[in-house]
């Protein structure tokens, strides 16, 4: 069983390799490369929200965070176009997450509806302070990044496919180690009950933080890489509240808090966006079809499409070993059932 | 010295004292029963002890040190668990993991560790084993019954090997024999040295357990004893039927 896995993956792996030296149209490789941007980004919103159930909304900080950084590291270094901005996403990634250290810890002395309002907040006054502050950035005039003109048309999409697959990788490693570790144990224990969790010894404050912090430094690489990547950026579309609801439909789509729950939504859903795009030319349908694409899902799978799946398979599973469960345990729990109820009526005193 | 005391807690809620002036003693080694009428602050002073309700005044001591408005997780870890009265498990993750979320004792070596290391793993089915529910490990925990969550509370509470355990209600709801089976591990462990206070309704239960038993009323300490010494006490017979 282990081994079928590991086949699996490995196969996996090698057709996201192949495909673009396959599917060699630079239409086509420019849909996957945003697939990839989409799917590393909610694989690490997901190791924060999709493990703690903290929804957070205003992950597009960091991905302009990082942006921003990318593109003023570029500026201030004279750094040439080609491979070097490349070596510079892990610094742009570092910034984010320091970034994500203040907003996170402000953010995170709130629960629920009020977290995720909270976020919201960070989002537009980063946007705000992109638009104002324009000795660091210059307002809506926005900020250009070294444009590497020697790599031809056919050509140009490959570094850029690669690299996002290298930060995806790294981000599915990450949130496969966190899933695996006593770490991921106590975020999946304050998803269920924080406050039980507490009560266990788990330090919820600096375990959800660093698992903000994490989720911050992937999606500002991602941020970082897309910047170069269009060669300019502006606050709108570097702070864009699209992007927020995007990575977050990706991981419900796909399962949230499940490893690859993340990029099955993006799979489906980046490309579906892009096709709708084109059949749909100027007119503004796509929007909608989009909607009813999104609402229909919502309906038939309400949870996310891997824990749906693993749930069919489990009653699957269960249906077929329904004779070998053993009568002692059925009996003991259906005489449980009825004295629960009689004794929860007389729960008063009897001295 | 005695391991667990509280001393002269006092705890409003808007215009309601729920404790007032509340002093009890926990001895190294008993199993002492917290009894009382509905609403008598039972439930309020063990929150106060484990630090899930800050008080307005006095001081909660365990082994000497004053633990009086600290934090669940500091409390814990100095070696008091507890379960509660609605029981808390984490209905999402299975059985098993439940075991595990209170061994996490390492602190920031927690980021570095599998969850699963051979010994902890051996120490939790030991411990499912001891209350009987071994066969639902891979389970999700919703999927308990009631009395198999109660099961549940306490063997996670044991894994972290706590000093004291606060049990609050832990025969309420379960059936007669789960009960029965429920008062041996209690002595078991307590053979083992482990301290208990019981929060209890279920009189046959505390009487038959308890070493020593505390009646609150109103928020007030109004008795103390052995069980027998205790039912008799016109005190205690007149808070319980009433004025």
């Known amino acids: ?351 | 010295m005695s391991l667990l005391e509280s001393e002269n807690i006092s705890k409003a809620f808007g215009g309601i004292h729920a404790l007032d002036t509340c002093s009890i003693i926990v001895e190294e080694g008993t199993i002492t029963g917290l009894i009382g009428p509905n609403g008598s602050g039972k439930t309020t002073l063990f929150n106060i002890i484990t630090g899930y309700e800050r008080s307005d005044t006095g001081i909660v001591r365990f082994n000497g040190h004053t633990i009086t408005n600290s934090t669940p997780d500091k409390v814990f870890r100095l070696g008091i668990g507890r379960t509660f009265q609605l029981t808390r498990i984490f209905p999402r993750m299975t059985v098993l993991e439940n075991m595990h979320v209170a061994a996490q004792r390492q602190g920031t070596r927690a980021l570095l560790s599998r969850w699963s290391s051979k010994h902890e793993q051996k120490r939790a089915l030991e411990l499912l084993d001891f209350v009987g529910i071994t066969q639902l490990k891979d389970m999700p925990a919703e999927n308990l019954s009631y009395g198999q969550k109660k099961l549940l509370e306490f063997a996670f509470i044991l894994i972290a090997e706590p000093q004291v355990i606060l049990l609050d209600e832990p025969a309420g709801g379960i059936n007669p024999v789960m009960i029965a089976q429920l008062s041996e591990r209690i002595r078991t462990l307590n053979k083992q040295g482990v301290t208990f206070l019981v929060v209890e309704h279920n009189m046959e239960f505390v009487m038959g357990l308890c070493n020593t038993v505390t009646v609150l009323h109103r928020g007030t300490k109004i008795a103390e004893g052995v069980p027998g010494e205790v039912r008799n006490n016109p005190a205690v017979l007149e808070a319980y039927l009433g004025d």
């Open chain 1, 1 to 351: 069983m282990k081994i079928i896995r590991i086949a699996l993956l490995i196969l996996l792996l090698a057709a996201f390799i192949a495909f673009p030296l396959v599917f060699s149209d630079p239409a086509i490789t420019e849909v996957a490369v945003f697939t990839l941007f989409f799917a590393a980004a909610a694989s690490g919103w997901n190791i924060f929200s999709g493990y703690t159930g903290y929804i957070a909304l205003g992950h597009a900080v960091y991905f302009g965070v990082g942006a921003y950084a990318m593109a003023l590291l570029c500026q201030d270094l004279n750094i040439p176009a080609g491979y070097t901005p490349f070596l510079l996403l892990p610094v742009a990634g570092l910034i984010a997450a320091a970034f994500a250290v203040p907003l996170g810890w402000i953010a995170l002395r709130t629960r629920r509806h009020t977290f995720v309002v909270i976020t919201i907040a960070t989002f537009f006054i980063m946007q705000l302070m992109a638009y104002n502050l324009r000795f660091i950035t210059q307002g809506s005039a926005g900020l250009s990044l070294p444009i590497p003109f020697d790599w031809s048309a056919d050509f140009f999409n490959l570094p850029f496919y690669y690299v996002a697959l290298a930060i995806l990788l790294l981000a599915l490693g990450t949130s496969w180690w966190v899933r695996n570790s006593k770490y991921g144990l106590g975020l999946l224990a304050i998803r269920d009950d924080e406050d039980r969790a507490l009560g266990l010894g788990v330090k919820t404050g600096p375990f959800k933080l660093i698992a903000f912090v994490l989720s911050a430094f992937f999606v500002g690489m991602i941020g970082g890489l897309h910047a170069y990547f269009n060669g300019s950026i502006f606050p709108p579309f570097a702070f864009d509240a699209l992007f927020d609801v995007a990575i977050a439909l990706m991981a419900f789509l796909g399962g949230m808090g499940t490893l690859f729950g993340p990029i099955l939504g993006a799979l489906i859903l980046v490309p579906a966006q892009q096709y709708l795009t084109i059949i749909s030319g100027e007119t503004g349908y796509n929007l909608i079809m989009y909607g009813v694409l999104f609402l229909v899902i919502i309906l038939l799978l309400p949870q996310g499409i891997i824990p749906t799946l693993g749930k069919m398979w489990h009653k699957w599973v269960a249906r077929r070993s329904i004779k070998e469960i053993p009568p002692a345990v059925a009996t003991t729990t259906a005489q449980e059932a009825l004295v629960t109820e009689s004794t929860a009526k007389k729960d008063e005193v009897n001295l």
